[in-house]
């Protein structure tokens, strides 16, 4: 008896993937729920397992290929070997699959450096292997498994080396199936909006106060650090129940006006940006905020969020100031007509009280798109962003 290997499907809004890779080949004998392809789609990678024990017969969509939800990738024949597979057999074959179980991030990470994944110890959910692990091992040391690194620093690009006079070579590369999607989506939401961008500055020197006065207690009581993106769900939270329009969307004539807040962090990874998603925001607790952004930062590079995670959304937050932007204009997330964008701190003259003095202050853009908010709003929320976090007690009366 033969059963098809079939495209899953993942989510409503996710229609095609592309084969990134076989993890079996053909003729191989295969126990029920082994991992046998992987699938990248424009929001999450995937493994593909085993419906049933037998032999992968036929492959029939290589490595590379654009694939539908619900096309066939293979076919696996049930075996006399494949069905007599014992309890114990199976129970065995389950437990080193455990060892070894790594995320595709992970598994490429090895291949490039070739570190043994065998022995590897994961530090992720039930001892799986993450590419933090991989990197570590090839560096000939190993973390432990509850400090995962820090999710805002970004690692430094490798230096390239000089080109021998005379050589003009080319690489071509074929774009991932999450970049080419970004690449869509970013043109669209210039096409279909009226986007415009407002800028204000953030005298952050209370905030950082406060965070000097509470750090380590916070970390002490909670075991993450306090860091500014709190600050700013929770003031921006504070904003939009000021200007309501600016989360919301446009649907043929309406507006949909959204009385809760699903706050989206953009999470940069090595696989293209991602906006994992904050449910219920003005619900969650300083330390609540922390942990998932620091949780999400985390799955991204290790490719395990899910479609959960990324779903939905009604106003965005980007932080390109973790990788020392001082201003940018952000992009719309389509539906949504708003996104704040961040920048780095840096200390530059202001005048306060009729004095020059240095303080720590922060540029802020507003992207936002004008068809349903008008631009008095958008510069009126943006003050209200930086009345919040430059008197952060009174995030408390929010």
């Known amino acids: 008896m033969s059963v098809n290997i079939v495209v899953p499907e993942v989510g409503e809004s996710i229609v095609d993937a592309r084969v990134a890779k076989w993890l079996r080949k053909e003729g191989e004998t295969v126990a029920a729920g082994d991992a046998l392809v992987e699938l990248e789609t424009d929001k999450i990678d995937l493994e593909v397992s085993a419906p049933q024990g037998g032999v992968l017969k036929r ?70 292997v993450m590419r933090r692990d991989v990197e570590q091992a090839s560096r000939g040391t190993q973390p432990a498994p509850s400090a995962p690194p820090a999710p805002a620093a970004p690692s430094l690009p490798p230096v390239a080396p000089r080109r021998p ?56 009581r909670h075991g993450i650090n306090l860091g500014m993106t709190s600050f700013f769900v929770k003031a921006t ?63 991204a590079e290790d490719g395990t969020l899910s479609l959960a995670d990324i779903k939905g959304g009604t106003f965005t937050i980007t932080n390109g100031g973790v990788f020392g932007s001082l201003q940018s204009t952000p992009i719309l997330n389509p539906p949504q007509v708003g996104i704040l964008g961040l920048h780095a701190i840096q200390e530059r003259p202001v005048g306060v009280n009729g004095q020059i003095v240095l303080r720590p202050m922060m540029y802020t853009a507003l992207t936002y798109d004008h068809r349903i908010v008008d631009g008095s709003e958008a510069v009126r929320f943006l003050v209200r962003v930086k009345e919040l976090v430059e008197d952060p007690g009174a995030l408390l009366l929010e």
Request: hydrophobic residues 40%.
């Open 59 to 128: 492959i029939d969509r290589k490595d590379g290929e654009d694939v539908k939800v619900g096309e066939v990738l293979g076919v696996i024949e049930e075996s006399a070997q494949g069905a007599d597979l014992s309890a114990e057999a199976l129970a065995k074959a389950d437990v080193a699959k455990e060892k070894t179980r790594s995320t595709p991030t992970a598994r490429k990470a090895a291949e490039q450096t070739e570190v043994d994944l065998a022995k590897v110890k994961g530090s992720g959910d039930a001892g799986r």
């Open 165 to 220: 006079a005379g050589e003009r070579t080319e690489e071509r590369v074929r774009m991932s199936k999450r970049r080419a999607t970004i690449a869509k989506r970013l043109v669209e939401a210039q096409q279909t909006a009226a986007m415009l961008t407002t800028f204000n500055e953030i005298d952050m020197s209370a905030v950082m106060q406060l965070r000097e006065r509470h750090k380590q207690p916070f970390k002490e």
């Open 237 to 299: 939270i504070g904003a939009l129940r000021a200007f309501p329009r600016i989360n919301a969307e446009i649907q043929g004539d309406e507006m949909v006006l959204k009385h809760y807040y699903d706050i989206g962090i953009a999470v940069g990874a090595s696989e293209g940006l991602v906006v994992p998603v904050l449910r219920d925001a003005d619900a969650m607790s300083f330390p609540e905020i922390e942990s998932t952004i620091r949780d999400f930062a985390r799955r």
